[in-house]
């Protein structure tokens, strides 16, 4: 990490460090939930303050259109251009918006609506500023081999279907991916500005979307096994059958639809799930901490689920 580059952060794009500011706030407000996840299982959004708070997100998002960026990809790499900017404006907003849906107890079709009026969003986004798939064609460091490159990139990819079906979840759930969505933007900056390197973003990316493992602890276990094979359902269907994105996703909520009438409560859920927990670290931290090592434990075969489909 370059120290001395930190200076490079204040620009003359925003003089009274209002997107900063707010920036510093917004990294205040996650950790916070965070410790209330780890700390109480919940991460207690449950009065208008708490509310309240997720318009520091909202107006970290909206500031951020103040700074002049490139207007084509750079692929010396991970850095902010026009379709990832708007990409990620969109995203955070989904989140915010189903927290939303979630602390009024409106009906779930209003989030699976957010869910498809996003997709939508991004895919007239990308038609006007196609620049590469945003997160499959991200820049990997040279150094990194070709078969290690594929696995970081089908990682993101996958952390994409968990954070959408982390959306009908529940309010921590909702909330919790825009954590890595946020994030993201700043880690870009700070490459730009040469304050850290290709691979440090893809370290402090994968942690930022990581953490979101631990929202299972305020899931109910029947969600989280749904979940686990939607996950699975979604890659055939998408990546082997080349299923259409929201062909693949109405199947998905549909069958989650008739699966919510049968709730069940399990035994030991408590340790059921901090076992879930222990078993994603175990499959994707290596994938990170040591990227010249072997594929994960459990990692699925890559040819048979990364292939060339648009944004999911």
Same mark, same amino acid.
């Given at each position: ?9 204040? !620009? ?14 917004? $990294?205040?407000?996650?950790? @916070? ?8 299982? !919940?991460m207690n959004i449950t009065t208008d303050y708490d509310l309240a708070c997720l318009l520091i997100h909202v107006l970290l998002s909206a500031s951020s259109f103040q700074f002049k960026i490139p207007q084509s990809r750079n692929y010396t790499g991970p850095m902010i251009y026009p379709e990832f900017r708007l990409h990620n404006l969109l995203f955070s907003y989904r989140s915010i918006l189903c927290a939303l849906f979630f602390y009024y107890k409106a009906p779930l079709v209003f989030n699976m609506l ?40 089908? #990682? ?9 079906? #982390? ?21 870009? !900056? ?7 390197? !290709?691979?440090?973003?893809? #370290?402090? @990316? ?18 989280? $096994? ?6 699975? $359902? ?24 008739? @699966? ?7 035994? @030991? ?9 222990? $078993? ?9 901490? #040591? ?22």
């Open positions: 990490m370059n120290f001395e580059n930190i200076p490079k952060l204040v !620009t003359k794009e925003d003089p009274y460090f209002f997107h900063k500011s707010i920036g510093i706030l917004s $990294l205040w407000h996650f950790e @916070y939930r965070y410790y209330k996840l780890l700390s109480k299982n !919940t957010a869910c498809y009026l996003t997709m939508v969003g991004a895919d007239i986004v990308t038609h006007y500023y196609k620049d590469g798939t945003t997160m499959r064609d991200i820049q990997v460091d040279s150094t990194i081999s070709e078969k290690k490159q594929k696995e970081i990139r089908l #990682f993101h990819s996958k952390m994409q279907i968990c954070a959408t079906l #982390f959306m009908i979840g529940n309010i921590d759930s909702a909330f919790s991916p825009l954590f890595a969505i946020q994030l993201s933007s700043f880690l870009m !900056t700070l490459v730009r500005k040469n304050i850290i390197k !290709t691979n440090a973003w893809h #370290f402090l @990316y994968a942690l930022s979307l990581m953490v979101n493992i631990f929202v299972y602890n305020s899931l109910p276990l029947n969600f989280i $096994l749904f979940q686990q094979a939607a996950f699975k $359902l979604f890659l055939y269907l998408r990546f082997h059958m080349g299923q259409n994105k929201y062909v693949a996703w109405s199947v998905i909520y549909g069958l989650y639809y008739l @699966y919510i009438q049968y709730p069940y409560s399990f035994v @030991y859920e408590s340790y059921m799930k901090k076992i879930l927990v222990a $078993l994603y670290f175990i499959n994707y931290l290596p994938l990170f901490l #040591f990227p010249s090592c072997e594929s994960p434990i459990f990692q699925s075969n890559l040819s048979f689920y990364f292939r060339p489909v648009s944004t999911i």
